[in-house]
């Protein structure tokens, strides 16, 4: 499952990616916001995403989206067994997930189009994991972090 997330810098952007996801058959679920409130914080939002994925790292992803997609990442990436990568272009996305085996992918709205977004979704959610022995040892040694 995709959970999906943003506050009012993001709300634009997780609403026009909601209708990609849709077009491109992907199961997704909004945590919010669900209207535009032009003084809510990215924490909550964070939050929401960040204990969704954690509750199956392996198999939940989730979109997060900010205004530079910074605070989020930084939200979700106290929570264990979250690897949030914050991506502005598909070549970033793809090491994100090859490379890191990120769960969370962090947009920054104000820095990317809804169309290279779109993109940049499609090849962090179509990259696969490399299995490579450093890469695992490396996603170890993170999880054994406090």
């Known amino acids: 499952m995709i959970y999906i997330g943003a506050d009012h810098g993001g709300f634009k952007l997780k609403e026009d990616l909601k209708k990609f996801l849709k077009r491109a058959k992907w199961k997704y679920v909004d945590v919010g916001a669900k209207k535009l409130i032009p ?4 924490t ?5 995403v960040a204990k969704a994925v954690q509750k199956d790292p392996a198999k939940n992803k989730g979109i997060l989206i900010c205004r530079s997609g910074q605070g989020v990442c930084i939200a979700a ?8 990568a914050l991506a502005w272009n598909e070549h970033a996305a793809k090491h994100s997930r090859h490379d890191d085996d990120a769960n969370i992918l962090c947009l920054p709205a104000d820095f990317v189009s809804t169309e290279s977004a779109e993109d940049i979704v499609w090849f962090w959610l179509t990259t696969k994991f490399s299995f490579e022995k450093r890469f695992i040892r490396r996603i170890e040694e993170i999880n054994r972090l406090k």
Do not use: E, L, S
């Open 77 to 84: 990436n106290r929570f264990k067994y979250v690897r949030a």
């Open 44 to 48: 909550p939002f964070a939050v929401k």
């Open 39 to 42: 003084d809510d914080d990215f």
